[in-house]
Each structure stands twice: as structure tokens, then as C-alpha cells.
């Protein structure tokens, strides 16, 4: 697989919703913090573009790029960032929390790892009642050094369940690079602790993650258990809001940026004759359409009123 | 049938009334559970629907977490209660918080059973009222049973609940005996039992503490001292309303407690009756509790931390004297 | 001088002080803190002695705990206090009861920091005032400053004290502002700061609560309405005699909290003082609390989450109305 | 290394220890739950035997064996499991709480995997003062699965902590084998996941414990690192007091039995000549008296009084 103009399309959508988002912090229209995943979008593309209908997801606060690529509408994730009534969890989630179950977007959460056997459990859940669904789990690099990732797979691992983890390496825990964390190279190889099969790819090239995912989720669908992918891939804004992130080494950043997986997709789609110049500008233009009308729509929503703060703790 | 037994009893009416109910947790299918309360349940039900697990207690709980949002409604085990500390993320950011944070997108039918309680000897680590580390965890709701009929029927309506639900099995109660016939009740979350009658003292007590409250009261009885016993049987959601209809006619709060006061749901109830019902009360609302440490392993001193029945008889008059 | 600088400044004076004292957590060192609460440390002590970890909560505590034992005094950082979930076992089963467990054996200097507290927009898994867990948890103390000057001498103090001190720095109060001298005093713990002094009602308030009594009592002396407001700054050990000495010329109690009431430190000291002084109190005792939901992201239901400064004066006018 | 006289009374001096536990738990002195090691002696002894002054050790509810091993003395170690105020925790921590600081036993841990943060934190405390002092911790086959685990090697790896991590591999999690709950057949090769070395060793044979941990010790000493060792072992008794272990496989218990560390010891010593029959007996009786001479004492002393039970929470 080598990636589409679908692809480039649903990484652009996420590429201008992760810049506008930027923008509303500025503008202090998002509350708390909020963590941006520009330069990561191949591998949430790639990956849950391998997924088939009643398939699920978890994933981390830094999520929007997964929750999209499970198809959430773009206002409604605007709206919840926003704290309007109309965004995905109502206003009460936020930026860290993006949940739409509608599309299989079980949960975005703030907590390092608590994702992973919330997922391990949805896998369950499909295995028990046999419906051939696959969940996927998004994680950090530094995510794989908390006990929930190690109790995680090792359960998935010795219940076979149709579970795939995909590790997000951006290079860095917060301000933390990688090596000083963690004192293994790989972190794919963490899957032999676990019996299972531990995938590297390069997180930049969509078409490369596509390839490790649809092994990965088939594998899953037949029964034969989990797998751990590493997908390499940079963080090309801060930690989180906040964050300036003077911390890289020079030149890093530019590295990173000359393969970015945006413009990667684009010049592989040119150089393959897949797309004429001109069918790349019209995708890019409603991706950018498309991106600034949903904020538009999600801008004019009201908040939810303080009367509703009761509702929604218990069924 | 005893407290030990009716635990498997529960889960089984519940497993056969509902496929979507599994089990879970560290020995509950091939051993049939550290305290043999699951005897039998793999047996009946198959290794799909009741499932050993590795110990993991983060997994387990999130694991239940995750195939309720998908449809099942998992029990899952903690065996000792104090093991909450292990899961505690899960317990209470993940698990209680999970439907609120989605803005209601999810129902959360999870009901997580755990082993509470002290006086066998099972020291720090294996003997705390957790139940009271929940308490400051909107979303949860917590049952805690005394009896045999209670337990059958909290853990009955726990499953069947669309939210989750943690049941404390106190570990001292096991060979406590009752009956469960064919036609056994389910019991409401949110309706104490009011378990003796008296118009003279009101006193609350769950447990281990119900039945030392019953004997002190007793005692009390032969005093000619006559108090009304409730056992509000789950923390959360609580019934403050049967506390405060006997305390109309008593005006006297007693509240005992398996544990410290700091942070607890006795000091919680005692602060709400204060706040609430002010003008009700004749004598100060007391909260009798254990001493501000660790379980301690040796008897002499475990025996000392439990609140005793001579310590309820003792404050029962120290309040009517008032 | 703000109270996020403060915090460096307090385990920089430490650090000084006693080379057994180092520092651990996650970005604590190469970037001074998530919250840039530790910025410089790294450079004044080096890379031994102030420490970046992975982000594994359970070995950071643990890690503390045991070197501890050693003979070091750990300052170890949990980032956001709701990761208290994560390690709660190590909190709550390990740290608080080694020395009670071990018959003595150990003294146990760790001091813990987490930044705690909702209104920043953070949302449920990050705003939590998870000091509430921590408190039917014997063996811990427990810290929660107001003031720049208070969180100095308190951090300073826990760091000295041989037992466990979890201190809650509290997120929404980093850009408070106040001066520490040269001579800046170390700040007992179990000590109440009485803020401001009224002879008609007693308003007890921690954290950003207390600045809100305080914007209260001024509100409510506009209106002829003395009040006192007493900071506890340490929930465990718990300063009463203070807020007993005010009641005893007061006779009404408010207290304000942010976090719900159930099993929460308001709630306790309620029950503490309906239980002991009952006999001072001429209008019920009452908590100001949250709601009992998780804290919600949007702007205009976490505003309503916490208690505001109208419902601290309503509450106020309505008790001196009893 | 191959065991010496000196290790079959250590060894013997635990299995006596233990023998006398059990009776003691079905005479009713002994409360809540008691989990005992005969079969395990090789490994305490053979991995504290490489230890030196000022070393320290944190250990499990299964710890007996360990917290003799450090040299703590028999009658204390009684008198806490009979809870009596001159037990070495004053009565206050019981059979799964056996601590005895003077001699390095750091606590005896009831929270599986809890052991294990806390040993890492004392091996901190030694690099960061420079005493040079190793730290062992025990922990169970079981306990690999339990997210402390993960977190601790891991921090112990990155850090080069002094620390030596034991499983005592004894085939089972209480009533669950291995198999059911662990998708690796080698715990040794978790240390993968952090780059450490990982050994395994036959823990009968306490010469062969000996030589790896006098491996792993000196690594550790030399500022190398953390080590995993997996001593391959059994439990000739069930999990706790109540456990008839009727889970076992027919013949395993045999199995094993046939290489019971005690007998397989005493054997070499015979074989190779390093002892004679009538000095083994005399070591043999040496220790059986002791432990029983230990008992009497522990059996005479008092309760603590209650008055005491609010003492020990601060300091
Ligand atoms: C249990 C826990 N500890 C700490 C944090 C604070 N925190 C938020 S993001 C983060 C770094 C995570 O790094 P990584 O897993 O690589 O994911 P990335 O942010 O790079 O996507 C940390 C430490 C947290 N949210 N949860
Ligand atoms: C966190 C936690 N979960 C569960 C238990 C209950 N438990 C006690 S021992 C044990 C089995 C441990 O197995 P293993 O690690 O192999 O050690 P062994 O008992 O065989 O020495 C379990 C599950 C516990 N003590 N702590
Ligand atoms: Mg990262
Ligand atoms: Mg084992």
C-alpha cells in the first residue's frame, strides 16, 4: 500500500484542525492544555484507515488526530475543545477527553496508559461476543514505561485478544527525549516479553503504516492475538501548549520537517503519477474548507448551562 | 447457605439470566477463588465467561471497563480490598468518571467485588475498610453487605445495574449463615434495613459493625435502653432518609465504624446529619471508629482497633446520659 | 516571589541545608518542572541529586519510600495530584504504613508534591482534589498551602519531618503572589493560620477556597458581618483547637471545599466538631462543597463546580439568619 | 561454587523454621494467612549468601526464608509470626510482614510487586551515597505480570542502580501455573525489555544460585547495573495455610521432590567428600535444635499490650 489522496486528505483535515486548535489557545478560546499531534498524522490515518466498521479505538489526550481518523465530525471535535454543548462529549470532556462512540472512538485519555486496558477490555468484548471487531490503542513512547502497558499487553498476549498497540514514538515524553527513560533502542522489541509480534515502520510513511496495521488488524480478526507497532514519527510543536520546546537538539526539527508526512504522501503521490498537481491543490483546498467551516459552525455554538452539570454521572 | 457461598450463588442467577455477564480476576475460574466464593462458576459457565487472569489488577479493572463500554457486563474480582491501591487509577479515574467525561455516552455496567475488612489477623495490607478511599469519587457507587440475604441481592442488583457499582465482601463475615430461598429478593441500592427498632438511640453501622451494633443493642435492650439499628447497606447512594426518620423519634445519632473517622462515610453522615438536621439532635452526633493506624497483626492489639461491643454500650449510654 | 517560583526555592534552601536531600519526577530536572516549579535545581545540585524519571509513578514513590529507608530525605514530584491513582499503593499501603508496620524500624522522611485543584480548565482526570483519598490513611501527613509563604515553610518543614508529607501545590494559585525573606520562617505542621479575624461566624477554607473566605468575610463585613477565617494548612495532623477557640466566641461553623463532601476533610472536621463541641454550636455546622460530579471541562460548569464567593456570603447570611 | 556445610544449615535452619510455622498455624497461633517457602531455601540462601555487610534486601509474604537468609534471628522472626510484642516488628506486621533492619531485611511485602519500587529506592540511596552497597529483592513468577514490576526494572536499568531483581520462579501464582497467566516460557528474558542482563538458574541447586549471584552482586557493586535472575524452584507446600494444592499435575510434587534443594545438597557434600555422614547429622541436629530452642523462647513472651497499639505510626 502507498497511501491515497483519501490519505493526504484525512491527514490535511487533521493538519488544519491541530493548527486552528493552536490558534484558539492563543486566542484563549481552549481551556486547561491541549497536545497537538502535527507531523504524527500518518499514523492515526494509517492505521485506523485499515479498520473496518464496528472496529474501535482508544488513544491519549493527545488524540485528535485518531479521533478524526475514526471519522468524527470535525465541528463536533472543535466544539468539544471548545466546551460547547454540541461537541463530541457535550462540553464536559474536553481537549484531553475526545470520545465519539459513535465511530468507535471509545476514549481519549489524559491519564498515561490508562487507555491501554480499556482497550484490552473492548478486544474482550469482541472476542466474548464474537464479532470479529479489532481494537486499536494508541500510545506514547514514554507510555511504554508505566505498568498499565505491561499489564496490558501481557493480558491481551495471553488471551489472544484481537488488540493492536501502536506506539506514537515522537521522540519524546514531554520534554524528555527518549534514551533518558528508557533503555532499550526499540521499543517494538518490548514485545517479546510478551510472546508477541513487535512490528517497527516508519511512522511518517502512511503507506508503510497502512501495510504494518492491515497485517496487524488481520492477525487480530483471525484469533491469533495482538501485536505491538512502533511507529517513528516526530512531534513538530511543543509537549503542550505551553511548550516552546528549546529543548531539541538543533537541526532536529528540520530533519523532521524535511519528512513530513504530509508532504511525504504528496510528493509519492505526484512522483507515482497517483495525482496531477492540480488534484493535490483541490484536496488541500477543502481540507482547509472544510477544516475552517466546521470551526465556524462549532464557534457559534452555545456552552452548555451550568443547570446541565448534574447530568451524566450515572445511567 | 452462608456469606462464603451466596457470593457464587449471585453470580451464577445473574450469569444465567444474562450472557453478557462474565467473570473475572486473579483465581476465580480453576481454584473457584482465594476464599472459595466463585466455587463452581467454571464449571457451569465456561473458561470464556469466567476467567482467570494474571496478577494485574490494573488490567483487570480497565479490562471490565473497557467490555462494558462495548456491551458486556463484567464482575470483576479485586481479591483483597486493600489491592484497590494497585487499581486505584482505574477505580477512580477511569471506571467512575468514564460515562461523565464522554458527556453520557456510555452506560458503565461494571460491578467490582473486593474483600474488605479487619479482625482475622490479616494485618496492614489485607484487612483496610477501603471502601472509604471511594468515597470522594463521584461515579462510583459502593455496596457493603452484612447479611447473607443482602449480599445475594446487592450483588444481584449490582450486576444489573447500567453503572458501576463496587461490592465489599467483608472477609470476617463468611461463615455468617442466612437463607436464600428460590424466590429470593434483589435488593435496591439507596434503601437501608432497619434491622431493630427502638426509640431511644439511633445507630448506623455496616458489616462487622451491624452485627456488633445488633449485640450491643441487645445489651442495651436489657438495660432498658432501646435502640433502633440501621444498616444502610451501600455507602453510595445512601439513605440518610431512614436514618433521619428514626432520628425524629430518637434524636440521638450513633454511628459505628470498621476503621478511622478521617475521610470516612461515618464522619461523612455524621457531618450531613449535623448540617441537615440540626434541630433534631438532643446529644452530640457521635461517630465511634478505630484508631487513627495501620491494621495491626497481633490480636490484642487488632481486637483494640475493631470497635467493640463494650465500647457501643459504653457511648450508647454516655449519649443518653447527655 | 509567586508561589510556583517558591516551591524551587523552598527544596533549593533544603538542598543547601542537607546533601541527604534530593529530588526525583518526571521532567523535574532538565526541563524545572511540568509546571516550572523546579526550575534551576538541576543546575545548583547536578544530575545525582535532582532527577528525571520515566514516567512510572509506582517506582517514583516506591523509589522515595526506599531510599528513604536509607537514609536520604526524597523530595519526589507526582505531576498532577490525580496521578495519586496511579501509585496509590505505594501512597496509601507502603508509605504510610512502613514504619507503623515494621514495629518502628524506619523513620521515613519523604516528602511528596503534586499539584492539585480545579478552575484552570483541566478537566476530570487533572483538577482533582485527590487530598481527600489520602485521608482514612493513617501514617501519611498532609500539606495544602494557600500562600507563597505558607507553601515555603511548609515544603521546608515536610522535607525535615521524618515522616511521610504529601504536599498539594495547588494549580490554580501559581501566580499568587507574596514575599519570603532572607529570614523566611519554616511553617509547623498541624498549625492553623487564623486570616482574619470576626466574632460572628467561622469560616474554615483551604487552598483557593481560602482566598474566596477571605473575599467573603470583606463582602460580609460590608454588610456588618464579622467573620474569622481560618486557614488549616495541614489536613493531617488537624489544627481544631484553633477553629474550637473561634466557635467558642462564634459559636457558627462554614466550611468551604473545593471537591465533594463525601469522605472529604470538611466533612471530617464537621463531624469533629458536631461530635466535640457540640455544645458551642448555636446554628447547624455547614460544608460548602462541589457537586458530586467529576470536574467538567466547560468554563461555565466547572465555575459552577466550585464553590463561588456569592454562595460562601448566601451560606454566611443564612446561618447568622438560624 | 558449589554449597557449602554452611548452607545446608542455613537451608535446614528455613525448612525446620517453616515446618514449625505450619504446626504452628494449625495449633491456631498463628493468624490471618501464612505462605511458606520448603523447597525455595536454595534461592534465599544461595543469593543472600553473596551478600555483604550493609547490603539489603526487600522480599514478599513468602519471605522466611530471605529474612533468615540475612542472618535475622530465629526467635524474633517467631515472636512477630506469633505476633508477640518482641517479635522483630514488635508484633505489629505478622508472617507477611517479617522486617528486620539491623540485619538489612528491608520488609517483607504483602502487596505483590510493592517489594520491588522500595529495593530500587534503597539501591538509589547507595549509588547516590556512594557505600557501595548492593540491594537484592525477591519476588515471585507471578509478580512479572504486575505493572511494578515493569516499572522498576526499568528505572533500576536506566539508572544502573545497584539492584539485583530474583524471581523465585516456584511454577505457580497461587492456584494459577505459570502457563495460564504468562505468554513467555523464560521470565529471564523479560530483561530484554531493559537492556539488562537476564540469567536463569536451577534454584535447587544452591551452588549454582551462588555463582549467579555472585555475578549479578559484583555487576551490581561495579556500578554496571541491575540483573533479572529467574531461579527455577518449587513449592513443595500450597500457596497459604489453606491450600491443599490439589491443582498440581499428578507426579509433580514427586518430581520435585526427588530434587529437593536440602537433600540434593547434602548429597554433593557426601559425593564430593567435603562432609562427612556423621557431620551432616550433627548440622542436621544443630539445626533442628536451634529452631526448636527459637520457638520455645518466641512462645514465652507476651502479647503486646494494647495500651501500645497507637505507637509507631509517626515518627
Ligand atoms: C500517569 C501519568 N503520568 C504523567 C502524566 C503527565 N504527562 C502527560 S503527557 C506525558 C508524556 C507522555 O509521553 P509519551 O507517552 O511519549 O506521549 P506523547 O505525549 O509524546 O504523545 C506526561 C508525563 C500523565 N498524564 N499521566
Ligand atoms: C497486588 C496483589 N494482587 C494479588 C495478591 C494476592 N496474592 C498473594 S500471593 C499471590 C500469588 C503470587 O504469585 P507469585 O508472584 O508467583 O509468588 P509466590 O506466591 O508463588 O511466591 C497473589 C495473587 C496480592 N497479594 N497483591
Ligand atoms: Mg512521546
Ligand atoms: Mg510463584
Not at chain 1, 481540507?287 to 447530568?311: C, F, G, I, K, N
Amino acid at each position: 500500500m502507498s497511501g491515497s489522496l483519501a490519505d493526504l486528505s484525512a491527514m490535511l483535515r487533521i493538519r488544519h484542525f491541530e493548527d486552528a486548535v493552536r490558534d484558539l489557545f492563543t486566542r484563549d478560546l481552549v481551556r486547561g492544555s491541549t497536545h497537538l499531534c502535527q507531523g504524527q498524522e500518518a499514523v492515526p490515518v494509517g492505521v485506523c484507515g485499515e479498520l473496518a466498521p464496528g472496529d474501535t479505538m482508544t488513544c491519549t489526550y493527545r488524540g485528535h488526530g485518531a479521533v478524526l481518523a475514526m471519522g468524527s465530525p470535525l465541528d463536533r471535535c472543535f466544539g468539544e475543545i471548545l466546551g460547547r454543548a454540541g461537541g463530541v462529549c457535550g462540553g464536559r470532556g474536553g481537549s484531553m477527553h475526545l470520545t465519539d462512540a459513535s465511530v468507535g472512538a471509545l476514549g481519549s485519555n489524559a491519564v498515561v496508559g490508562a487507555q491501554l486496558p480499556i482497550a484490552v477490555g473492548a478486544a474482550l468484548a469482541a472476542q466474548h461476543l464474537g464479532t470479529g471487531a479489532v481494537t486499536v490503542t494508541f500510545l506514547g513512547d514514554g507510555a511504554t514505561n508505566i505498568g498499565a502497558f505491561h499489564e496490558s499487553v501481557n493480558l491481551a498476549a495471553i488471551w489472544r485478544l484481537p488488540v493492536v498497540f501502536v506506539i506514537e514514538n515522537n521522540q519524546y515524553g514531554e520534554y524528555s527525549p527518549l534514551a533518558t527513560t528508557t533503555p532499550v533502542a526499540r521499543l517494538a522489541d518490548r514485545a517479546a516479553s510478551y510472546g508477541i509480534p513487535g512490528v517497527f515502520v516508519d511512522g511518517n510513511d502512511v503507506g508503510a503504516v497502512r501495510a504494518v496495521a492491515a497485517t496487524a488488524v488481520a492477525r487480530a480478526r483471525a484469533g491469533d492475538g495482538p501485536t505491538l507497532v512502533e511507529a517513528d514519527t516526530y512531534r513538530q510543536q511543543g509537549h503542550s501548549r505551553s511548550d516552546p520546546a528549546t529543548y531539541r537538539p538543533p537541526g532536529e526539527l528540520e530533519r523532521w520537517l524535511a519528512r513530513d508526512p504530509v508532504t511525504l504522501l504528496a510528493d509519492r503521490l505526484t512522483e507515482q503519477g497517483a495525482a496531477t498537481p492540480a488534484e493535490l491543490d483541490a484536496v488541500r483546498e477543502r481540507a482547509r474548507a472544510e477544516v475552517s467551516q466546521a470551526l465556524e459552525r462549532a464557534l457559534s455554538w452555545p456552552m452548555p448551562h451550568p443547570d446541565t452539570r448534574l447530568e451524566g454521572v450515572y445511567a | 447457605m452462608n456469606y462464603r457461598q451466596v457470593i457464587a450463588r449471585a453470580i451464577g442467577d445473574e450469569m444465567a439470566a444474562d450472557d453478557r455477564v462474565i467473570l473475572l480476576g486473579e483465581d476465580v475460574a480453576a481454584a473457584g477463588g482465594a476464599f472459595k466464593t466463585t466455587v463452581g462458576l467454571l464449571e457451569r459457565f465456561g473458561p470464556q465467561r469466567v476467567r482467570d487472569t494474571p496478577i494485574s489488577e490494573q488490567a483487570i479493572v480497565g479490562a471490565a471497563l473497557g467490555a462494558a463500554l462495548m456491551g458486556l457486563r463484567p464482575v470483576a474480582e479485586i481479591m483483597f480490598a486493600d489491592f484497590a491501591g494497585v487499581c486505584f487509577d482505574q477505580l477512580a479515574n477511569q471506571l467512575a468518571k468514564y460515562r461523565y467525561m464522554s458527556g453520557g455516552q456510555f452506560r458503565v455496567p461494571v460491578t467490582i467485588r473486593m474483600a474488605n475488612g479487619a479482625g482475622a489477623g490479616f494485618a496492614a495490607q489485607h484487612s483496610q475498610p477501603a471502601e472509604n478511599w471511594l468515597l470522594n469519587v463521584p461515579g462510583l457507587k459502593i455496596a457493603v453487605p452484612a447479611t447473607v440475604a443482602d449480599l445475594y441481592g446487592l450483588l444481584r442488583t449490582a450486576i444489573r445495574d447500567d453503572n458501576p457499582v463496587v461490592v465489599f465482601e467483608h472477609k470476617n463475615l463468611f461463615a455468617v449463615k442466612g437463607e436464600v430461598g428460590p424466590d429470593a429478593a434483589l435488593v435496591p441500592l439507596g434503601v437501608a434495613d432497619v434491622v431493630r427498632r427502638g426509640g431511644d438511640l439511633t445507630v448506623v453501622a455496616t458489616q462487622q459493625m451491624r452485627h456488633r451494633a445488633v449485640e450491643a443493642a441487645g445489651r442495651l435492650a436489657a438495660d432498658g435502653v432501646e435502640a433502633t439499628v440501621i444498616d444502610p447497606r451501600t455507602l453510595v447512594p445512601f439513605d440518610d432518609e431512614t436514618v433521619v426518620a428514626s432520628l425524629t423519634e430518637t434524636s440521638r445519632l450513633l454511628v459505628v465504624q470498621e476503621g478511622p473517622a478521617g475521610g470516612s462515610w461515618g464522619a461523612s453522615l455524621v457531618a450531613r446529619i449535623a448540617q441537615d438536621h440540626f434541630d433534631l439532635l438532643d446529644a452530640p452526633p457521635v461517630l465511634v471508629a478505630s484508631d487513627d493506624t495501620p491494621v495491626p497483626y497481633a490480636g490484642p492489639l487488632e481486637d483494640a482497633w475493631l470497635p467493640t461491643v463494650d465500647r457501643i454500650v459504653d457511648q450508647a449510654h454516655r449519649q443518653l446520659a447527655y
